[in-house]
């Protein structure tokens, strides 16, 4: 719903949510609605049915599968990974169509760095087929080629560990352009100039250094220099545990953004469970190295088939629990 909400000495009649809603009707606007059970929640809408379905539908038309047939943007066959002779993911099929966002959930320990680091190349050490727009990648970092490189970025966990305190977030920025695009200087500085103000940084942030930033300014630097070379799918490795839980919000919110703007795909990798909801169209559910559960958010989330993404659910802190 978009603009503020009023003020409370002036709420309407009716909904307050009305006259900025557009579903609103009369009935709305008469007298505040009575509360309903939807999904085993209280709903104080007239239309919670209509306005939900409306909502899933609106979601798939602008994120779903690419109706042109186009492959989709990561796919993972039987995927199993080790180190040494340690296997510690195991047979994973996992799908990212083009302009989706997927989320990879599970507890610590559940292989899912792991599975995004065979993703971008980092780890060698894995069996089945990893397919990018269709094109089958190979395992080690070397042997892709440049174009992949380039349009497959991942943004790391820790911004306080991942930028390179040597360096001012301009060169930091400018730094794939050079490698991957061989950009003249003066190009590089204005596209790094132009990413950061993508990410809501101002062009004064060229010249400062990692340390004098915040942990949430540090990780809109990182997003800016994956997104810098044009990537069209972006991995996000828990790129919000590091920080504190208002900086999250907005940083969630930030790549909601970046993601429908510039119809990017991303696998999203987290362990918390309430941010999944706010960030991705479908989740896959990981344990132990094996997927348990995948589908749509709504369903994994509301009606989970696997009693271990029940239990992950029974552990999402909730308001009414913190209110009691
Ligand atoms: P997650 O990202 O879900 O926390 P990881 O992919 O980091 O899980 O880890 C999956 C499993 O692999 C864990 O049991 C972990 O101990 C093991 N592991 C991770 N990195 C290494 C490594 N470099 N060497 C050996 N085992 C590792």
């Not at 507890?107 to 980092?122: D, H, P, Q, W, Y």
């Not at 169209?281 to 348990?292: E, I, K, N, P, S």
Request: with cysteine.
């Amino acid at each position: 719903i978009p603009g503020h909400a009023v003020s409370p000495g002036r709420r309407p009649p009716g909904c307050s949510f009305a006259p900025r809603c557009t579903f609103a009707i009369d009935e709305c606007r008469a007298a505040p609605p009575a509360p309903v059970l939807v999904d085993d929640r209280q709903v104080r809408c007239v239309r919670a049915l209509e306005v939900r379905s409306a909502a899933v539908a609106a979601r798939a038309a602008v994120t779903g599968p690419a109706a042109d047939g186009r492959p989709p943007a990561l796919s993972l066959r039987a995927v199993s990974a080790s180190y040494g002779h340690e296997r510690v993911v195991t047979d994973v099929d996992l799908e990212v169509p083009p302009n989706w966002c997927v989320a990879l959930v599970g507890e610590s320990g559940s292989g899912k760095t792991t599975l995004a680091r065979c993703v971008v190349g980092l780890h060698a050490n894995w069996t089945g087929e990893i397919t990018f727009s269709g094109t089958p990648l190979p395992a080690k970092l070397r042997d892709r080629p440049e174009e992949a490189l380039r349009r497959i970025q991942y943004v790391f966990q820790n911004p306080y560990t991942s930028l390179n305190p040597r360096k001012t977030v301009g060169q930091i920025v400018a730094q794939p352009l050079e490698q991957m695009l061989g950009l003249p200087y003066r190009e590089r500085t204005e596209r790094a100039a132009r990413a950061l103000e993508d990410v809501s940084l101002s062009r004064d942030f060229l010249s400062r250094y990692p340390d004098q930033l915040s942990g949430g300014e540090r990780q809109r630097v990182a997003i800016a220099r994956a997104l810098v070379v044009e990537p069209s799918l972006l991995i996000c490795d828990e790129v919000t545990s590091a920080l504190d839980v208002s900086v999250q919000a907005v940083i969630v919110e930030e790549l909601r953004r970046l993601q429908r703007e510039r119809h990017l795909a991303m696998l999203f990798i987290t362990h918390n469970l309430a941010l999944v909801r706010s960030v991705a169209q479908h989740a896959v559910v990981l344990r132990d190295g094996t997927v348990v559960e995948s589908g749509p958010v709504e369903q994994v989330l509301e009606r989970p088939a696997d009693p271990y993404t029940a239990k992950l659910m029974a552990d999402v802190p909730r308001l009414e629990a913190a209110g009691a």
